[in-house]
């Protein structure tokens, strides 16, 4: 959480990712967006089905 919070700071407008790996057998388990640039809306579009 500290790195995250320096990086927020460091990149207020930045998105910031989390991506986890797994040593053993060197694939990527888990990715998420953790933080996202302040003013950012979600543009939701109506599907035609």
Request: charged content about 25%.
């Amino acid at each position: 959480m500290k790195e995250l919070g320096e990086c927020k700071k460091e990149y207020p407008q930045a998105w910031i990712r989390i991506i986890g790996f797994d040593n053993v057998y060197q694939v990527q388990c888990i990715s998420f967006i953790a933080s996202k640039p302040k003013g950012y809306t979600k543009q939701i579009q109506k599907s035609s089905i």
